[in-house]
C-alpha cells in the first residue's frame, strides 16, 4: 500500500504537467501573459510606483522654519517656480545641447554604421565592433576624465592646435574664458565633445542594424531606376535607415538630458537639469522642488517621442 501511494501522484505529475503545457499551447495568449505579467509587475512597482512617489514629493514644500518638508499642505509654488527665468534658461540649455549631440552623433555615426553594414564580413565586421563598443568597456568616468586632460590647455587637444597654428580657434569658440587664458576642459564646447564621443555608440549600433536589414535589391532596384546616389540615399536608404537613427537618438537625447557629471566636470558655471536636480536634492536639501524640476526630463522625452510619432519613425519598427 505504501508503494502504491508513493507512485500514484509520480505517476499523475506527467499528466498534470502535460495538461498545463497543452492549455498553454492552445491558447498562446495565456502563455503570453504568464510570461509577461510577473516582470511588468515588478517593473511597474519599481518604475511607475517611484515616478509616483517622485510626483507626489513636488506638491509639498519646505517650512521656512526648520528648512523641513512641510506635509501639512499641497502647493504648486514648485511647477512655478521651474518656470522663473534661470530655471527656463537651464532646461533650453539642456535641451539644445541634447538636439546638438543627438544631431552630431546621428552625422558622425550614420556613415560608419553603414560602412559597418555594407562593406565589412567575417573578421573585419567583428574588428569594427569591437572599435565601436571598446569605449564601452572601460568606466564612465576613466573616460571623462581622461578627455578632461586631452581638453585641458596644457593637453593633447591644444597642443595640436598650437602646432597647426589654429590656437586661435580655441580662443574664439569657447562662450567663456577662463583665469589664466582658454580652456576646452572648462567650456560648453568641451562639454559637447565629450558628451558626443560617450554617447556615440549607442548611436552607431541601433543605425547600423537598421541599414543591415535594408535589402540589396532595393537599392539596386533605385539605381536601375536611374536615381543617383544622393536621391537613393534621401528617398530610400534614410527612410528604412529612420526606426534605426530614431532608436539611438532616444539614447543619445535622453542620456544627454539627464546626466549632471558631465556638465560638473567639463562645464562651466552654466547648469545643466541633471545639476540643478542634484543640487536642491542634495546641497539646499529642497526634495519637493527637486521632484518637480525632475519631471522636465520626463515631460521632454514624452513630447519628443510624441513628436516622432507623429512625423511616423515608428512605422517600421
Request: hydrophobic share 55%; net charge positive; glycine share 8%.
Amino acid at each position: 500500500m505504501n508503494t502504491a501511494a508513493v507512485t500514484a501522484p509520480a505517476a499523475g505529475w506527467p499528466r498534470l504537467r502535460r495538461g498545463i503545457s497543452d492549455a498553454l499551447l492552445a491558447r498562446r495568449g495565456r502563455l503570453l501573459a504568464l510570461l509577461l505579467v510577473p516582470p511588468m509587475l515588478w517593473l511597474g512597482v519599481l518604475y511607475l510606483g517611484s515616478l509616483l512617489a517622485l510626483l507626489a514629493n513636488s506638491f509639498f514644500g519646505l517650512d521656512e522654519f526648520t528648512g523641513q518638508v512641510s506635509y501639512d499642505a499641497l502647493t504648486l509654488k514648485n511647477f512655478v517656480d521651474i518656470f522663473s527665468p534661470a530655471n527656463r534658461d537651464v532646461i533650453l540649455r539642456t535641451v539644445a545641447m541634447a538636439l546638438a549631440v543627438t544631431l552630431a552623433c546621428a552625422a558622425i555615426g550614420f556613415p560608419i554604421a553603414y560602412f559597418m553594414a555594407r562593406y565589412t564580413t567575417g573578421a573585419t565586421k567583428a574588428a569594427c565592433y569591437i572599435l565601436v563598443m571598446l569605449p564601452l568597456w572601460s568606466s564612465y568616468l576613466v573616460r571623462l576624465y581622461a578627455w578632461k586632460l586631452l581638453l585641458a590647455r596644457e593637453g593633447a587637444v591644444n597642443w595640436v592646435l598650437g602646432q597647426l597654428h589654429l590656437a586661435w580657434l580655441v580662443e574664439g569658440l569657447l562662450a567663456l574664458p577662463v583665469v589664466g587664458g582658454p580652456s576646452l576642459s572648462f567650456s560648453p564646447l568641451g562639454t559637447f565633445l565629450v558628451f558626443v564621443y560617450l554617447w556615440l555608440p549607442f548611436m552607431i549600433l541601433p543605425i547600423q542594424a537598421a541599414v543591415e536589414r535594408i535589402p540589396h535589391t532595393v537599392i539596386e532596384a533605385s539605381g536601375d531606376l536611374g536615381a543617383h546616389g544622393g536621391a537613393t540615399f534621401r528617398h530610400v536608404i534614410l527612410p528604412m535607415a529612420l526606426p534605426g537613427v530614431i532608436a539611438g537618438s532616444i539614447f543619445t537625447f535622453s542620456l544627454t538630458l539627464g546626466d549632471y557629471i558631465v556638465p560638473g566636470v567639463i562645464g562651466d558655471s552654466r547648469l545643466f537639469i541633471g545639476q540643478v536636480v542634484y543640487m536642491q536634492q542634495g546641497v539646499a536639501g529642497n526634495v519637493p522642488f527637486a521632484a518637480a524640476f525632475s519631471l522636465v526630463p520626463i515631460a521632454v522625452i514624452a513630447v519628443y517621442l510624441w513628436l516622432a510619432k507623429r512625423k511616423g519613425a515608428f512605422d517600421a519598427l
